[in-house]
């Protein structure tokens, strides 16, 4: 089991910027790849970044490229989510997902990222 604990939403006006935080515990050997996903009230929850296992290689969404950096280290089990340039488009709850080397799927609990224009 893997258990994933999201941290660093807020509100922030536009143009600002948030760096999300996951930490993730339990069988962190078992983690492959990682990512951040986010879904608006009533919408689907869409791919935001993706980031291979010892974050040598990264995918971001269309919408989010050269503003968000996603990041991982290892050592602190943790990884990362710079947002600049923020938007009110990109308001949403993100989560912090987690595959194992199984191909599970793990998932934090979400958090909150409100931008205000």
């Known amino acids: 089991q893997v258990q994933l604990v999201e941290s660093g939403g807020g509100l922030v006006q536009a143009g600002g910027s948030l760096r999300l935080s996951c930490a993730a515990s339990?069988?962190?050997?078992?983690?492959?790849?990682m990512g951040w996903y986010r879904q608006n009230p009533g919408g689907q929850r869409e791919l935001v970044a993706t980031?291979?296992?010892?974050?040598?290689?990264?995918n971001y969404a269309d919408s989010v490229k050269g503003r968000f950096t996603v990041s991982r280290d290892n050592a602190k089990n943790t990884m990362y989510l710079q947002m600049i340039s923020l938007k009110p488009e990109d308001t949403a709850v993100y989560y912090c997902?987690?595959?194992?080397?199984?191909?599970?799927?793990?998932w934090g609990q979400g958090t909150q990222v409100s931008v205000s224009s």
């Open positions: 980031i291979s296992r010892v974050g040598d290689y990264a």
């Open positions: 997902h987690a595959m194992s080397i199984t191909n599970f799927n793990y």
């Open positions: 339990g069988n962190i050997l078992s983690i492959k790849t």
